[in-house]
C-alpha cells in the first residue's frame, strides 16, 4: 500500500515568496492533519480535515498559512508571504475513522527553509 | 500544564537492558493513547496504541496506562542500538480531532 505522498520533500525560499506544500492521504482514510515541527516547538498541529471539510484550523499560527482539502486524495498547505520563523518540517498525516482510528500515518514531510 | 508531558532526556541504557519511557497527561484528553518513533531526519512512526488500563505487549514492546495515575509507560525488553531514536506519547482528544503530542523522549542505545 502507498503511505501518504508529500511534496516537496526540500523547499528553500527566500522571504516574501508563496510556498505550497501538498499531500496526498492514503486511500480510504477520512481524516488528514497537517504538523509542523521544530526544535524548540515539537509537533504543532496545524489543522485537521474529516471528510474534506476543515474541522479545527485552531493551529494555524495567522492568516499567512492556509490549507485546502478539495478532493479525498488531495491536500495543501500555503503559506504566502513566508517569513525565515516558517522555517521548520511539515508533515502531512491521514488516519482511518473505523478501526484504527486514531493511528496516524506521516507522510516524509517537507522541511521548508525560508531565508 | 501541558496535554501530554514527556521527559526530553536523553536516555542512556546498554544494549541488552530495558528501556523505560513515561508519559503524564492532563484531563484534557481522552483515554486512548499512542507511542511514535522517529529516526533522526525521519518521519514519526506509529509502534504501540493503547486505550485500556494495565499493559499491552507487543513483541519487546509493552504499553502500560495507568488513569488512576494519569501516566503512560513504554517499556522496551532487550534494546538494540537500532532502538535509538526519539520517543513521542501522544494523545487523542474527545471525538479524536485532535491528537496531542509530548515533546519526545531521546532514547540512546549504547553497543
Known amino acids: 500500500d502507498a503511505g501518504v505522498i508529500q511534496s516537496p520533500r526540500h523547499e528553500v525560499t527566500e522571504m516574501g515568496q508563496e510556498v505550497t506544500l501538498r499531500c496526498k492521504p492514503i486511500?480510504?482514510?477520512?481524516?488528514l492533519f497537517w504538523y509542523r515541527q521544530t526544535m524548540m516547538r515539537g509537533l504543532e498541529l496545524l489543522i485537521y480535515?474529516?471528510?474534506?471539510?476543515?474541522?479545527?484550523d485552531s493551529g494555524m499560527p495567522e492568516d499567512r498559512f492556509s490549507a485546502k482539502m478539495p478532493n479525498a486524495s488531495f491536500s495543501t498547505l500555503k503559506i504566502q508571504p513566508s517569513e525565515p520563523r516558517d522555517s521548520a518540517v511539515y508533515f502531512c498525516a491521514s488516519s482511518p475513522d473505523r478501526g484504527r482510528a486514531g493511528e496516524l500515518f506521516f507522510g516524509e514531510g517537507s522541511r521548508l527553509t525560508v531565508l | 500544564q501541558k496535554e501530554v508531558e514527556q521527559n526530553s532526556g536523553p536516555l542512556s541504557v546498554p544494549e541488552g537492558a530495558i528501556a523505560s519511557l513515561n508519559c503524564t497527561y492532563s484531563d484534557r484528553v481522552s483515554q486512548s493513547f499512542f507511542w511514535y518513533r522517529q529516526y533522526s531526519g525521519k518521519s514519526p512512526e506509529l509502534i504501540m496504541s493503547?486505550?485500556?488500563?494495565g499493559d499491552k505487549e507487543d513483541g519487546r514492546f509493552t504499553a502500560q496506562l495507568n488513569k488512576a495515575s494519569q501516566y503512560v509507560s513504554l517499556l522496551i525488553r532487550d534494546s538494540q542500538p537500532s532502538d535509538s531514536a526519539t520517543y513521542l506519547c501522544a494523545a487523542a482528544g474527545y471525538n479524536f480531532n485532535k491528537f496531542y503530542f509530548g515533546s519526545g523522549t531521546k532514547l540512546n542505545v549504547k553497543p
Open positions: 493503547i486505550y485500556s488500563n
Open positions: 480535515f474529516n471528510n474534506n471539510v476543515p474541522i479545527d
Open positions: 486511500s480510504g482514510h477520512n481524516s
